[in-house]
């Protein structure tokens, strides 16, 4: 397919200057001279080089594969009709039936934006972090710090990378960290079921099996089953552990899930997300004593 390198510049910066930071999870700050995103956001949260976005917006550049005009479409938030063009521009088929979908709609990302004190994130059939508000990674970790590849609670779970960012630990007891790696590797039983073409999930099983003895194990004895709320213990740096509890959302039309941090009013656990809300991803461990 013949893609149209100045259609494709031109798309690209109309949706970047629609796409406000805190929509993308990322801080807002106040010395912006322009309205929507920075390139060098974008390169964040796409995974790609800031040079590479320049020369995309510009016209310039090799024609992009269809993983990075995936990712970009992402970072920039486009609907269905958007994404389709952007890769026909780009050069490249829009993705077909029975994928994995990525693309969060964006009635998914208002309602995701009203949950200015509870960390909600959005994660694909597979396990992907496709979308996250300012409170998950003031809780677990910023997001926009892991590169795209490493958004996948998979991965992170079964093949842990030393040069990941820090970020906090989940799971209290032994019992508890058992119990969510069962239900990991069913969901992703689940979702082969459904999607056994899906290019990236059979990447990822591949490196799951190949990388992690423990992954292996329990894919030859996990049945197939779907995400459930449960309780969570997260261990934060800086405000120890917060026992919260993780209500998950099916959202039947994209198979993703919307899942939402919460506690009892009046708990410990409350107390300490409120301050969470005010203190953001600052590192409070770096503080001095009092």
């Not at 700050?29 to 995974?47: K, Q, Y």
């Not at 009203?114 to 396990?127: I, N």
């Not at 239900?183 to 990822?204: F, I, K």
């Not at 552990?241 to 919460?262: A, F, G, M, N, R």
Request: aromatic share 4%.
């Amino acid at each position: 397919m013949k893609g149209d390198r100045d259609e494709l510049a031109i798309a690209l910066r109309r949706a970047r200057s629609r796409v406000r930071p805190e929509d993308a999870g990322l801080p807002a700050g106040s010395r912006r001279r322009v309205p929507g995103l920075r390139r060098e956001e974008v390169a964040l949260l796409a995974g790609v080089s800031v040079d590479y976005v320049v020369r995309l917006e510009q016209g310039r550049g090799p024609h992009p594969s269809e993983q990075v005009v995936a990712a970009l479409c992402r970072a920039l938030r486009l609907g269905d009709d958007e994404r389709d063009r952007v890769f026909r521009l780009a050069g490249v088929e829009p993705p077909r039936s029975g994928r994995i979908d990525v693309r969060v709609r964006p009635s998914v990302l208002r309602l995701l934006e009203r949950f200015t004190d509870l960390p909600s994130l959005v994660q694909s059939a597979k396990g992907d972090i496709l979308a996250w508000n300012a409170m998950s990674s003031a809780l677990t970790g910023d997001w926009s710090a892991l590169r795209p590849e490493r958004r996948n609670q998979l991965r992170l779970r079964f093949l842990p990378d030393p040069s990941d960012p820090p970020r906090s630990a989940v799971g209290g007891s032994g019992e508890e960290r058992a119990a969510t790696a069962r239900q990991s590797v069913a969901s992703l039983r689940s979702a082969a079921a459904r999607y056994p073409d899906d290019p990236g999930l059979r990447r990822l099983l591949a490196d799951l099996l190949a990388g992690s003895a423990e992954f292996r194990h329990l894919w030859e004895t996990a049945e197939a089953g779907a995400w459930r709320s449960h309780t969570k213990t997260v261990l934060h740096p800086a405000l120890g552990e917060l026992v919260l509890e993780c209500d998950t959302l099916h959202l039947p039309d994209s198979d993703q899930l919307l899942i939402v941090y919460s506690a009892e009013p009046g708990s410990a656990a409350a107390e300490s997300l409120a301050l969470l809300r005010v203190v953001g991803t600052q590192d409070l461990t770096a503080a001095p004593p009092r």
